[in-house]
């Protein structure tokens, strides 16, 4: 009885934090950053507010773990994306930044995060930056240190231009109109044009490097 007890309380506990996870979900998609509220997130979820501190240790806590949940590149991890080494993690790369383009464009929730890392300077959101950064650095010497060698600065910081580039199309289609160098960036057409020159700036990279 005691076992089952115990499992019964890890569940619950689980189902509440996923209820606080989801309410500044909500309220960030419906009323931005700014109503991100202790008593508003847990009247949203339908759970007593002490339970926050309880489960998280603060709303510092839960937005460190929210903002984790959500975030693509801090999810990715060196298991994930073993490169192949005949082709120097050129398929890798590839194949992340556009599941990058992806994943933004269809999570509203990390559009605003991204949005409101750019307005605001926040502990949480100065965490986001780093994981990115470890999960970023991990992935380099993974990936591009062993094969540019020398030149692997250079990879990095087309990386960096190639990243920070999807992230904006995403939030500029998203919330400032859908028409960037005359291409409908939310047509399906649009995307997939997108996508092949990400496609060939790998390609680019990896043969002329």
Known sequence: MERKSAAGSIRNKERSKKKFLDAVGKILKSKGYAALKVNDIAAVAGVDKKMIYTYFGGMDGLMDEYIRSQDYWSNVTTDQVLPDRG????????????????????????????????????????KLTNMQEESGESLFKLIADPYFGERSWDFRAISAILVSGLYYLNMYASVNGSIFCGIDLNTPEGREKIKKAVSFLVDQTYENL
């Open 87 to 126: 082709d120097g993690g050129r398929f890798a790369v590839e194949q992340m930044l556009l599941q990058q383009y992806d994943y933004v464009h269809s999570n509203k929730e990390l559009q605003k995060l991204l949005l409101w890392r750019l307005s605001e300077s926040r502990k949480s959101l100065t």
